[in-house]
């Protein structure tokens, strides 16, 4: 396959779950890739399993100086980007009574501030040019659970963050498209946690299951077939959206 024959991308949280699953996709395909995370081992082996095409970067990408060294790393490269995809997050439980401002502001600067430098970062490369960009929300931005309260918000702001990224770069006539994927509960390592963390493993996952309307959790190839649409020429036509890849739980 040669969807991203030529094609360089940029993505975060490249280290596990649904970024390495692109990142092993866009390759596949084709395209050429550099992952960012901070977990440099598990990082590295990624990269290493998916082959010569992708190259680990280990960077904090809720921290602008990473976002730079990043672009000083590339040199030449920089201008070649033709997609960034933001898929760093994490996603902790806290209620409205537990909440701390310390854990308030480590998750928005995580899936928040991380993707705001996302989309910097890439409408500087590829302004002159043309690209996608591609953010992680989740179900939760228009579904919230109480539990996860400061992961509801910021991902309600990475929609609306999409949005306007995508209205500026139209109204600027850049050639880059914006959108968005808004996974439900999908079987990574982060989903895993909160199972093993639970006291009863099974019934968890089947609460899980449960309450999407397909009676399952996704499997990350089910959004990273999304994340790639939207990365690739497929979706032409498409930008300021999202795809919601979740079991039907938006349609609620």
Same mark, same amino acid.
């Given at each position: 396959?040669?969807r991203?024959?030529?094609?360089?991308?940029i993505i975060?949280?490249?280290a596990s779950?649904?970024?390495?699953a /692109?990142?092993?996709?866009?390759?596949?395909?084709?395209g050429s890739?550099?992952? *960012? @995370?901070?977990n440099e081992e598990?990082?590295i082996? %990624?990269?290493?399993?998916?082959?010569?095409s992708?190259e680990?970067?280990?960077a904090?990408?809720s921290?602008?100086?990473?976002w730079?060294? *990043?672009e000083?790393? *590339?040199?030449e490269?920089? /201008?070649?980007?033709?997609?960034v995809?933001?898929?760093?997050?994490?996603s902790e &439980?806290?209620?409205?009574? @537990?909440?701390?401002?310390?854990?308030?502001d480590?998750?928005?600067a995580?899936n928040?501030? #991380?993707v705001f430098?996302g989309? =910097?970062f890439a409408?500087k490369a590829?302004? @002159?040019?043309?690209?996608?960009i !591609?953010?992680?929300?989740? #179900?939760?931005?228009?579904? +919230?659970? +109480?539990?996860?309260i400061?992961?509801n918000? #910021?991902?309600?702001? !990475? *929609?609306?963050?999409?949005?306007?990224?995508?209205?500026h770069?139209?109204?600027m006539?850049?050639?880059i498209?914006c959108n968005?994927?808004q +996974?439900?509960?999908?079987?990574? &390592?982060m989903?895993q946690?909160?199972?093993?963390?639970?006291?009863n493993s099974? =019934?968890?996952?089947?609460e899980?299951?449960a309450s999407? &309307?397909?009676?399952?959790?996704?499997? +990350?190839?089910e959004v990273?077939?999304?994340?790639?649409?939207?990365s690739?020429e497929d979706?032409?036509?498409?930008?300021?959206?999202?795809? #919601?890849v @979740?079991?039907? %739980?938006?349609?609620i």
């Amino acid at each position: 396959m040669s969807r991203f024959k030529d094609k360089f991308a940029i993505i975060s949280g490249g280290a596990s779950g649904m970024g390495a699953a /692109t990142a092993k996709r866009f390759v596949e395909e084709g395209g050429s890739v550099v992952t *960012l @995370d901070l977990n440099e081992e598990l990082g590295i082996k %990624v990269a290493e399993d998916i082959g010569d095409s992708c190259e680990f970067f280990k960077a904090d990408v809720s921290k602008a100086e990473d976002w730079d060294r *990043l672009e000083k790393h *590339l040199g030449e490269r920089f /201008t070649k980007i033709t997609s960034v995809v933001n898929a760093a997050g994490i996603s902790e &439980p806290a209620t409205v009574e @537990d909440e701390t401002v310390e854990h308030w502001d480590r998750v928005h600067a995580i899936n928040g501030t #991380s993707v705001f430098l996302g989309c =910097q970062f890439a409408v500087k490369a590829m302004k @002159d040019g043309e690209g996608t960009i !591609v953010n992680f929300a989740s #179900s939760l931005a228009t579904r +919230p659970k +109480p539990f996860v309260i400061a992961y509801n918000y #910021s991902k309600a702001g !990475v *929609l609306v963050l999409t949005r306007t990224v995508a209205l500026h770069c139209a109204e600027m006539g850049y050639k880059i498209r914006c959108n968005a994927v808004q +996974p439900g509960a999908i079987n990574t &390592p982060m989903m895993q946690r909160y199972v093993q963390a639970a006291e009863n493993s099974e =019934q968890q996952l089947s609460e899980f299951a449960a309450s999407h &309307p397909m009676n399952r959790v996704g499997e +990350p190839e089910e959004v990273v077939n999304a994340v790639l649409f939207l990365s690739s020429e497929d979706s032409a036509f498409t930008t300021g959206d999202s795809i #919601s890849v @979740d079991g039907g %739980v938006i349609a609620i």
